[in-house]
């Protein structure tokens, strides 16, 4: 790091956590952010800010006069042109040193599959259910840490499946594809402007503790946030053994290497997992109504 960038990034350097080392490791992580709309807008600035050193977002749709109410990287001048290429412009201006890759279109298979394997960490900021399981499959194939994130009306979702480690779970084993699920979007739903942001910065901030290892991820757990009242709840995800997608994972000693900071990830060594959906074990205030959750129910997101 240079004089500049210790500047720069003097409170994260500040934060033992972090120090240099992390903030290093920040800068050498490649991102995959699949969406550029309600939740890759905040979860993209974030990562620049915080001086990941490669992104790459991804997202075929040009910005509308109805996105400028959630969609924070699109100011109204950029109305009319594609979000990709929008974010790119606006995430040089916080943050000229990281490479910030703009592809507009919607990912083949195999265009998805090399996106994939070239990142560190994938971000999935979609809106529909088979982008979203298109994108686990790859990072199932590739083990690659997914962060994915949810929001509609006054609902979000998050969570982390760690594809580096052997036992944890992929989105499959949580939402099985071609279960009867609704497919509500924003445009017929409605969604609470700042719900997005709250679900896109902790994507981000999931996606930087991966990146240098730092505390415990959310593998293996999924919370649900009711903004309404500001009330969390989570539930435990294990690993499905018979999942379509992931069952037949072959097991490997040396997959955590492929991450920049394997070497200092406790958190990538330590997740818990309770069952496939098990009962929030955070809750002791009656006033907070935690339930027994036999299967969560998956959210599409606003875009």
């Known amino acids: 790091m240079n004089d500049e960038q ?57 910005v509308e ?70 994108i686990n499959r790859a990072c199932v194939h590739h083990r690659k840490p997914l962060v994915s994130g949810a929001a509609i009306r006054f609902d979000g979702q998050v969570a982390v499946f760690d594809l580096r480690r052997d036992d944890a779970p992929c989105y499959h084993c949580l939402f099985p594809e071609g279960e009867d699920v609704e497919a509500a979007n924003c445009a017929t739903m409605g969604v609470f402007a700042p719900l997005v942001g709250i679900i896109g910065s902790m994507q981000a901030a999931e996606a930087l503790k991966l990146a240098a ?10 919370l649900m946030l009711d903004a309404r009242y500001m009330q969390w709840r989570q539930v435990n995800v294990r690993r499905d053994p018979h999942c379509a997608v992931c069952g037949d994972r072959v097991r490997s000693d040396n997959v955590l290497e492929t991450s920049p900071s394997a070497e200092r990830a406790p958190g990538a060594c330590d997740d818990r997992t309770h069952g496939v959906v098990d009962q929030d074990d955070h809750g002791h205030d009656d006033d907070v109504k935690v339930q027994q959750v036999g299967r969560a129910q998956p959210l599409a997101t606003a875009t």
């Open 213 to 222: 290892g730092i505390g415990e991820s959310l593998s293996g757990r999924l």
């Open 6 to 62: 210790l500047l720069r990034y003097a409170r994260h350097v500040l934060l033992d956590e972090v120090g240099i080392e992390g903030q290093e490791s920040f800068l050498a992580t490649r991102a995959l952010i699949v969406g550029a709309g309600g939740l890759g807008s905040p979860a993209a600035l974030y990562l620049t800010t915080a001086g990941l050193g490669d992104i790459t977002l991804v997202d075929d749709d040009t």
């Open 65 to 134: 006069l109805s996105n400028l109410q959630r969609q924070i990287l699109h100011p109204t001048a950029h109305l009319g042109q594609f979000k990709a290429e929008s974010g790119r412009t606006t995430l040089a201006a916080y943050n000229p040193e990281t490479r910030v890759h703009a592809r507009v279109e919607r990912l083949s298979a195999d265009a998805l599959d090399a996106a994939v394997a070239a990142a560190h960490i994938v971000l999935d900021c979609t809106d529909n259910f088979a982008t979203r399981h298109a």
